[in-house]
């Protein structure tokens, strides 16, 4: 069964590190979405592409970045982590074509910056 | 700016008694919406949607959303809650030109036996 995928599930750092986030799916999606979750702000975008070597900045962009190499895998690096970046966060994908299409998610990674 | 609110941060009802979640929304041409489910410790799955035609919308595990443009509300509903429907659950609104979703705060629902 096609699926999507996170690791690590659970990841602690240092501030000040580079950290990077692996999302991969197999439904041959070519939407793919990070975002995060917090409490009391619901789940905010952080960047998301429409394909291959095509990224786009969300509403929470900064101290983050992603690279689309192929169609299954959208990487999350966080530059210099910071402990504000703290949270979890969920991978999720799409059907092509912008918009009607359900977003589906993977189990999410739990990030603790210290 | 366009927004999506969930005025209860949390829900309770009883095993057996309809339950209803309320979602609003602001936003500027005709919405797509759409609720998703958040089970403790797991991803987001998707409920049901709105798109167009009937207002009314049927989803997964029998929930039901009625659209209401006049109200502007996309309102969950289930006739008979069940223990198991005990998530955190997010109403969410999608750009029609990028297909972004922008996610309501969530509501936890509690169902007790």
């Known amino acids: 069964d096609a699926e999507i995928t996170q690791s690590p599930r659970h990841k602690i750092t240092e501030t000040g590190r580079q950290v990077t986030l692996a999302c991969h799916q197999t439904?041959?999606?070519?939407?793919m979405f990070w975002y995060r979750q917090d409490l009391g702000h619901g789940l905010r975008l952080i960047h998301y592409?429409?394909?291959?070597?095509?990224?786009n900045k969300g509403e929470v962009s900064d101290g983050y970045s992603v690279s689309r190499s192929n169609t299954e895998d959208l990487p999350l690096t966080l530059e210099s982590a910071a402990s504000s970046q703290t949270s979890v966060y969920f991978c999720?994908?799409?059907?092509?074509?912008?918009?009607?299409?359900?977003?589906?998610f993977g189990p999410g990674t739990r990030l603790t910056v210290t | 700016a366009q927004s999506v609110a969930q005025p209860e941060d949390q829900v309770n009802v009883a095993e057996g008694n309809p339950l209803t979640v309320k979602c609003t929304y602001s936003?500027?041409?005709?919405?797509?919406l759409f609720w998703y489910v958040q089970y403790p410790n797991r991803g987001l799955q998707f409920l049901l949607k709105?798109?167009?035609?009937?207002?009314l919308v049927k989803g997964s595990y029998g929930f039901e959303a009625e659209f209401n443009k006049s109200q502007t509300s996309f309102h969950l509903k289930k006739p008979s809650a069940l223990v198991s429907d005990s998530a955190l659950y997010f109403c969410?609104?999608?750009?029609?030109?990028?297909?972004?979703?922008?996610f309501g705060q969530g509501t936890t629902l509690q169902v007790k036996p």
């Open positions: 999720a994908s799409s059907e092509h074509g912008t918009t009607r299409y359900e977003q589906y």
């Open positions: 439904w041959n999606h070519n939407n």
């Open positions: 592409s429409y394909g291959v070597h095509d990224t």
């Open positions: 936003v500027s041409g005709n919405p797509y």
């Open positions: 709105y798109i167009t035609g009937d207002n």
């Open positions: 969410a609104y999608q750009f029609s030109n990028t297909g972004k979703l922008i």
